[in-house]
């Protein structure tokens, strides 16, 4: 059935054309991808999954297919995006407390993804996954955090850049960090347009909840995530913890923000121009 539909609609379109074959393969192409429902091979994947953190090669093949399909639609969307990811490496890894997450090792911007909190999102949330670590690097808060840590608590800063980047997201998962999650959880009245008050204003909630340490805990469970030490030592994070999301920034190339800045750049004009290499 969906096939008839997919030939039906390559001929509504006109582009049936025997002298123009290889258009007509991209357009059945394009429809069937917009077809394919990712949430079954995602299904599968999980399925496979121990729960001890092993990731073997039929795992990490399917995780790169579903990625594969996550950037196709980003492509749709914003090819910005798109080419800014395609010049990353990507490794998957599970000791990471977010579905995504983003440092500069080797040379180059890497993405990890967490299987265990990546494969249940809907395909919107998993491209706004994506989105989310390259406004990071864009907005270039891996340098700007070691600053600001040195101000503020490191869970001030991890709720104030999240907050700053995903005010530019839409379709967010239910845990995600945003100015009206902040507002609400931490009875603040922060504006979009004036987050950089975000990080005073959280310092002095964490610092009065440092006093009350257990009932700080009970008050706000759902940021601060599920976590597993599995007897071989690899750590295995279920859920979303806000206090550990950007961990991973630690491990990144000791770089000046110079150096940081023009790789950067690099990677923004190779993503204008429509460049994958990186």
């Known amino acids: 059935e969906r096939v008839c539909k997919t030939k039906d609609i390559v001929e509504q379109r006109g582009m049936v054309d025997a002298n123009d074959m290889a258009d007509t393969k991209r357009a059945m192409t394009e429809i069937l991808t917009r077809l394919y429902d990712h949430r079954k091979e995602a299904g599968t994947l999980l399925d496979l999954l121990d729960g001890e953190g092993k990731i073997t090669p039929l795992i990490e093949k399917g995780v790169q297919k579903i990625l594969e399909r996550v950037?196709?639609?980003i492509m749709e969307d914003d090819p910005f995006y798109a080419?800014?990811?395609l010049q990353m490496d990507h490794q998957l890894r599970t000791d990471i407390a977010s579905p995504t997450a983003s440092n500069f090792k080797g040379g180059r911007y890497c993405l990890y993804i967490n299987p265990y909190?990546?494969?249940p999102l809907p395909m919107e949330q998993m491209k706004n996954a994506i989105k989310h670590e390259i406004l990071h690097i864009l907005l270039q808060h891996m340098s700007r955090a070691n600053i600001l840590k040195k101000s503020y608590d490191s869970y001030v800063v991890n709720l104030a850049m999240d907050a700053v980047v995903n005010n530019y997201l839409q379709d967010m998962p239910r845990d995600a960090i945003?100015?009206?999650y902040l507002n609400e959880r931490?009875?603040?009245e922060l504006k979009p347009s004036k987050l950089q008050a975000a990080y005073d204003q959280l310092k002095a909630d964490k610092d009065g909840q440092d006093t009350q340490s257990q009932e700080a805990d009970q008050e706000f469970p759902d940021i601060e995530g599920e976590s597993d030490q599995n007897q071989g030592g690899d750590p295995?994070?279920?859920t979303f913890n806000a206090e550990r999301t950007h961990d991973v920034w630690d491990e990144s190339d000791p770089l000046s923000d110079k150096d940081i800045e023009a790789f950067t750049q690099e990677y923004i004009e190779k993503a204008i121009h429509g460049h994958a290499e990186g």
């Open 83 to 85: 080419y800014f990811y």
């Open 186 to 188: 931490f009875s603040l």
């Open 117 to 119: 909190q990546f494969l």
């Open 178 to 180: 945003t100015v009206p």
């Open 71 to 73: 950037n196709g639609r």
């Open 236 to 238: 295995v994070e279920y």
